[in-house]
Structure formats: C-alpha cells, structure tokens
C-alpha cells in the first residue's frame, strides 16, 4: 500500500459541486465560481466532503452512504469515509501457511488480530491464502512521525484495513488549504494495483488539480507533491506481476 479536519466558518468555506461533468468550486458567501476540468465529482458542506468516480477513494456524510456500515472522519471535522473492518478469522486455511489460526494465537506474535490474507491488503503478484497476524501500526498521530512527511493515524476500517495505521496527511481541514481560494482537503491518488482502495494521503486541491488518476493526461497519475498539494506525476509504473 502507498500509506506510505476544525470546522470551517460558513464564510470561508468551499462549496464544490459538479456541473456537466465538470467541478464548480465557489467561495466566499454569496460567490465566485471557477471550473475545472477534471471530471471527478465532489461536494462539501462545510468541512464534510464527499467524492465520487475516485477509485473507490468515496467519502461519505452517514451510515447511510456506507450500506449502514460507520461513517467516521479521517481527522476531526475532516473527510469521512466509510469504515469497514474485515471479520478475524476463526479457524486455519487449508493449504496456507498460516500464522494464526484464531486471535488468540497472536498474543504471542505482536498481538493484534487473526485475520485471512484474502481480506487484507494486496498490491500486486501471487496471494497466498494464509491467516496473518495484524497489530496497530498507531494510537495517535503522534506515533506517525517516524514516517516520511506529516502523518496521522487513521481509524480501523479505514480503506479495509482491519487495524488502525498511519496515513501521509498534509492537511487535515478544507481550513488548511489556504493557497489559493476554495481550496478542499481531499484523499488523493489511488493505487489501481490495490486490491482495496490505498490513497496517497490528505492534500490540498485547488481549482484544476486533480484527485485521481483518470483527470491527469493518459498513462500519468494523480499524487500530492512536497508541498501537499494534488498534481500529476510523469508516468504509471506496472502492478507487479
């Protein structure tokens, strides 16, 4: 996986919404608009963004948009997105090679769950069908550090993952995108090689960036760049084969 939101005032917060296929930022109370071309679909009401046609990368308002599942914030008063934890596994897999059979059999390899490979992350090449044992990776954001740029721990079920992990996050509120008027704190990027949805993180997206890989120029893809803001990068590399 490529792991590696304060509310905002009424009068300073971006309205996004989509119009012929394009998407409509307007700021400010009563309004300026500008469009942009990247053909992705998002809106927010205050600090809540929802998106569509981002690659599995959706966000969500309710319980209701997640099949009744949760609907949490990434970060307070951030993007929402729903939460699905996959269920631990209750016996070995035949024909695996198992670590755990049930969770109790982690006590004594990190701790953590036993869950099934075939409900766990996967980018690329031959799964084996085998249970693994799968701790947090964080508590807080605090514990994110370590990583390579700002970080914070996203809850359990965020993107599948069955236990919490750190997530690079440049921002954490629409209020943090302050480069350019009507700027959103969106997921960015998506690895298509992902077997679930695996963003590049939280970054900023002004009017024309992208969100995904589908609005920058065929064979490039959608990332956040050093300064946490959306762009398109050079090049597609192949899933692993």
Known sequence: MRFLLLLVAPLTCAAIVACNGNV???????????????????????????????????????????????????????????????????????MGTDQCCTTADCATKGGGGCFGSQNLQFCGGAQLQSNQCVADGCTSDADCVKNVGPAICAPAGAFNSPKRFCLTAYCKTDADCTAKPGGACLLIGNNDCCKFASPDGLGCVYSGDCVKNTDCPMGDSCTIDPTGRSMCKQGVGACPG
């Not at 990247?38 to 927010?44: F, L, V």
């Not at 949490?72 to 929402?80: C, N, V, Y």
């Open 24 to 94: 409509i930022i307007t700021t400010g109370a009563g309004g300026s608009s500008s469009t942009t071309s990247t053909g992705a679909t998002q809106s927010t009401t205050g600090s809540q963004s929802t998106s569509t046609g981002t690659g599995g990368l959706h966000g969500c308002q309710s319980s209701a948009d997640c099949g009744g599942k949760p609907c949490a914030a990434l970060t307070p008063g951030g993007f929402q997105v729903c939460l699905t934890v996959p269920p631990e596994a209750t016996a070995c897999q035949m």
